[in-house]
Antibody, heavy 122, light 110 residues
Framework: QVTLKESGPALVKPTQTLTLTCTFS??????????VSWIRQPPGKALEWLAR???????FYSTSLKTRLTISKDTSKNQVVLRMTNMDPVDTATYYC??????????????WGLGTLVTVSS | QTVVTQEPSFSVSPGGTVTLTCGLS?????????PSWYQQTPGQAPRTLIY???TRSSGVPDRFSGSILGNKAALIITGAQADDESDYYC??????????FGTGTKVTLL
């Protein structure tokens, strides 16, 4: 059974850098085909895809946020880390990590972590 | 900037059928976008309903189905039940490792 759990600060100040960690079990990012993504959801708003990292260390970012995001992995710890620079109150959101499953060329997010709420405020 | 559009809200009677759609601000949605659908209730993480256009995820009731209707992806709920009252999101794969979520649809049972 695959499970994922997000962790990080609940509160960050504007202009600071946010660092979030996704710790997972039941899979390994050293295994071919394994991929993990970050997704966020501002309160009362829609989900937004942020970034993806693959087993071979390929990395992909949201077009609108790519200059602020860095995704990385620590295979030995079964963790994926997302860094977002220059935080702003509009970045207040619940941040989720999710495994990306695949069948052929089709991919989808499953399962998801429970999410962690990050508030940006001075 | 690609926008994936969904109806903001839908109301359906218990036992009724509702079709939610997922379109592109420019262009048509086809199976090559590998649309997937997620259900989210307040305070909960999303749950996968449909992937690869029309494949139900494990444990999802068969009253949920997916398809391409015209130039949009569609999620059809047939025989809606009270616990189907949720927010529903589609996701399209744009290629190059990039995904875009839809704007979401809130489904209310009358």
């Amino acid at each position: 059974q695959v499970t994922l759990k997000e962790s990080g600060p609940a509160l960050v100040k504007p202009t600071q850098t946010l660092t979030l960690t996704c710790t997972f079990s039941g899979l390994s990012l050293s295994t071919s085909g394994v991929r993990v993504s970050w997704i966020r959801q501002p309160p009362g708003k829609a989900l937004e895809w942020l970034a993806r990292i693959d087993w071979d260390d390929d990395k992909f970012y949201s077009t609108s946020l790519k200059t602020r995001l860095t995704i990385s992995k620590d295979t030995s710890k079964n963790q994926v880390v997302l860094r977002m620079t220059n935080m702003d109150p509009v970045d207040t959101a619940t941040y989720y990590c999710a495994r990306i499953r695949a069948v052929g060329s089709a991919t989808w997010f499953d399962p998801w972590g429970l999410g962690t709420l990050v508030t940006v405020s001075s | 900037q690609t926008v994936v559009t969904q109806e903001p809200s839908f109301s359906v009677s218990p036992g009724g059928t509702v079709t939610l759609t997922c379109g592109l601000s420019s262009g048509s949605v086809s199976s090559s976008y590998y649309p997937s659908w997620y259900q989210q209730t307040p305070g909960q993480a999303p749950r996968t309903l449909i992937y690869n256009t029309n494949t139900r995820s494990s444990g999802v009731p068969d009253r949920f189905s997916g398809s391409i209707l015209g130039n949009k992806a569609a999620l059809i709920i047939t025989g809606a039940q009270a616990d189907d009252e949720s927010d529903y999101y589609c996701v399209l794969y744009m290629g190059g490792g990039i995904y875009v979520f839809g704007t979401g649809t809130k489904v209310t049972l009358l």
